[in-house]
């Protein structure tokens, strides 16, 4: 399937969709709690992959409208299948070792080749008996549990999910777990978004900059609301400032701790007019000045800004991430090569790319199957000279923004998908 996106503007407001990353965390916690009630959950791929591993641990999950209420007793051995979802890997491994007995986790040929070492070492350090399958560290994984926690030495430089994961079983190991970071982590905001989860859930976490200590300790059943999702609000954020909007993005927490928060900082970079209320953003000008930002510390955002930095004049460099070669694709290669396929003159580093800003033309591009590329492509078609076509998984956004497409067309563009017997022609 191609999802097609053409030349024009977008103006109006849209809802915020919620959060993926406290989805999943909420999931995980209320689970180990032995229950918990998720009002507003994001119900996509990838939170569908959690709902069906801590099912497969042995929660029941009661699916209400907009509800998700989750009942437990013990952590079950199981054989998992996260599709594509990196999170559910990182964080059911590390449940795993809760389990008196073998699990085995695996996903798709991209999860298949994700990092998996540092936290199956960590899992060895507390007792566990972890080991990667695949070459250099990589799924499947075979977990033999229980573990019983204590002191661990993490190199959390690849991937913040390994501490997550490990914060998360803290409070149930025997041990508890004492955490010292061997390099300081990257995305760091999404270990914070971690602890405030426990922390609903009254568990006491001590932390330091290069450490996080979790003793032993009861859980409360998890009570939350899931909030507005600023990685994905990013979308329709970026999609006001290439057109000038104006667009307004509501559903969004003006003090929330998610890392991505900082989308409304770097637009302002971009030169983009914006105003943020009590639950709102709206952008209300086009983005006229290049910049340079360091994304260390919220590397989702890469992909939209890398489109919106298509299309400013000038040269802006988005740098700091390294990261983003191990997501659901090489992000960096993937941005950088549809950009060069619409005209855009990009170039890779290390930690991210240079962009060269312009006027984009219309193409076909890949979305090598991945839910924020596809999306950051598409994005292009509304300053592109002809549509931009984007290949691959027509449902991909469903990983993290179900409704994509929807928000697109109340935004009043025009998105279309056309099936592989529809190519222009025939």
């Known amino acids: 399937m191609t999802l097609i996106v053409g030349p024009g503007g977008v103006q109006g407001t849209v809802q915020a969709p919620p959060s993926k990353s406290v989805t999943h965390r909420a999931l995980f916690a209320a689970f180990l709690a032995g229950r918990g009630t998720i009002r507003a959950p994001l119900i996509g791929a990838d939170t569908l992959a959690s709902i069906e591993a801590i099912e497969a641990f042995g929660a029941t999950v009661e699916r209400r409208p907009d509800e998700l209420v989750v009942e437990a007793s013990t952590v079950e051995p199981a054989t998992i299948d996260v599709d594509n979802s990196g999170t559910t890997l990182r964080i059911a491994t590390a449940v795993a070792a809760l389990a008196a007995g073998t699990s085995r986790l695996t996903g798709d040929a991209s999860i298949r080749s994700r990092p998996m070492g540092p936290l199956v070492d960590a899992l060895n350090e507390i007792g566990a008996s972890a080991r990667c399958e695949g070459t250099d560290g990589t799924p499947p994984v075979e977990v033999i549990g229980p573990a019983n926690g204590g002191a661990v030495t993490v190199d959390a430089s690849v991937s913040s999910q390994f501490i997550t994961a490990l914060c998360l079983i803290g409070p149930h190991l025997t041990q508890g777990i004492d955490i010292t970071f061997k390099n300081p982590p990257v995305s760091r905001p999404y270990i914070d978004l971690t602890i405030e989860t426990l922390e609903r859930g009254g568990v006491v976490v001590e932390t330091a900059a290069d450490r996080i200590s979790i003793e032993h300790q009861p859980t409360e059943p998890v009570s939350m609301t899931i909030p507005g999702d600023y990685s994905g609000a990013a979308f329709p954020l970026v999609a006001g400032a290439m057109t000038g909007g104006p667009v307004t993005v509501e559903g969004l927490d003006p003090d929330s701790i998610q890392g991505d928060a900082k989308i409304v900082e770097f637009l302002r970079a971009f030169g983009t007019e914006l105003e943020v209320g009590d639950s709102w953003v709206t952008v209300s000008g086009q983005a006229l000045e290049p910049t340079r930002l360091d994304l260390s510390m919220t590397p989702d955002l890469f992909p939209p800004l890398a489109a919106l930095a298509a299309c400013v004049d000038g040269t802006s460099e988005l740098v700091g991430a390294p990261h983003l070669r191990d997501k659901e694709s090489d992000r960096i290669a993937s941005m950088v090569s549809g950009l060069t396929t619409l005209g855009i003159e990009a170039d890779e580093r290390d930690d991210g790319a240079t962009i060269?800003?312009?006027?984009?033309?219309?193409?076909?591009?890949?979305?090598?199957?991945?839910?924020?590329?596809?999306?950051?492509?598409?994005?292009?078609?509304?300053r592109a000279s002809a549509p931009v076509e984007v290949t691959g998984r027509d449902d991909v956004h469903r990983v993290s923004y179900p409704g994509f497409i929807e928000m697109l067309e109340t935004l009043g563009a025009t998105p279309t998908l056309r099936t592989d017997t529809e190519e222009v022609g025939t």
């Open 356 to 382: 060269h800003g312009g006027s984009p033309t219309g193409g076909v591009v890949d979305s090598h199957d991945d839910h924020r590329i596809q999306m950051a492509l598409a994005l292009l078609g509304l």
